[in-house]
Nanobody, 127 residues
Framework: QVQLKESGGGLVQAGGSLTLSCAAS???????VGWFRQAAGKEREFVAA????????YYADSVKGRFTISRVNGKSMVHLQMNRLRSEDTAVYFC?????????????????????WGQGTQVTVSS
């Protein structure tokens, strides 16, 4: 069973930046690594994903051009660089893996598509 641990959350002013990290232990990521977020009172939503082997990257429209997902060579680690943060980015951010294999028809996923999750890290953007 993979263990996922997110880090890097915190409080930042609107327009600022944060980098989240997701580290896997026990084994490495499988197929795909996704970032999701859940704001208070809302459903968990897709933010970004990266194909672990091929490196293909995917983004939700709401973060495209502001967030960048990347993998760390030689390590079971994925980063989410978040720039130009907005108050609506405030949420608990989760990383996930054990998602579906490659299918070019899909560029976004639901939480139910992923089998393994971290505990989440809080990101708060003050306006």
């Amino acid at each position: 069973q993979v263990q996922l641990k997110e880090s890097g959350g915190g409080l930042v002013q609107a327009g600022g930046s944060l980098t989240l990290s997701c580290a896997a232990s026990e084994r490495t990521f499988n197929n795909i690594v996704g970032w999701f977020r859940q704001a208070a009172g809302k459903e968990r939503e897709f933010v970004a994903a990266i194909r672990w082997s091929a490196g293909f990257r995917y983004y939700a429209d709401s973060v495209k051009g502001r967030f960048t997902i990347s993998r760390v060579n030689g390590k079971s680690m994925v980063h989410l660089q978040m720039n130009r943060l907005r108050s609506e980015d405030t949420a608990v951010y989760f990383c996930a893996t054990d998602g579906p294999g490659y299918d070019s028809r899909y560029t976004a996923w639901s939480p139910s598509d992923f089998g393994s999750w971290g505990q989440g890290t809080q990101v708060t953007v003050s306006s």
